[in-house]
Nanobody, 122 residues
Framework: QVQLVESGGGLVQAGDSLRLSCAFSGRTFSSYVMGWFRQAPGKEREFVAA????????YYADSVKGRFTISRDNAKNTGYLQMNSLKPEDTAVYYC???????????????WGQGTQVTVSS
């Protein structure tokens, strides 16, 4: 059974950085596309970033392009989301997700973590 566990969230000030981690277990991580999504209070879940299994293909939402970087260490079964120059509008619960097949920005991923809260104060 696949499990995803996020960590690294917290309360930071605008302009600060955070690195989220996503620990993957239960299957071969390198076989899966990895994605990050977020959901702010009162809003729908939205796409943030995605990576193919070799990280040779990456997608980013326009709102985070140039500030966030998705990466993965397949040997450690762990994915990461480095978030720099954080803004108050980045405040949300962040979820990592995994899917077999093609990389996508749509939320039709097979497996989801429980989420980690990121709060950015102004």
């Amino acid at each position: 059974q696949v499990q995803l566990v996020e960590s690294g969230g917290g309360l930071v000030q605008a302009g600060d950085s955070l690195r989220l981690s996503c620990a993957f277990s239960g299957r071969t991580f390198s076989s899966y596309v990895m994605g990050w999504f977020r959901q702010a209070p009162g809003k729908e879940r939205e796409f943030v970033a995605a990576s193919s299994w070799r990280t040779d293909i990456t997608y980013y939402a326009d709102s985070v392009k140039g500030r966030f970087t998705i990466s993965r260490d397949n040997a450690k079964n762990t994915g990461y989301l480095q978030m720099n120059s954080l803004k108050p509008e980045d405040t949300a619960v962040y979820y990592c997700a995994a899917r077999g097949g093609m990389i996508t920005t749509r939320p039709n991923y097979d497996y989801w973590g429980q989420g980690t809260q990121v709060t950015v104060s102004s």
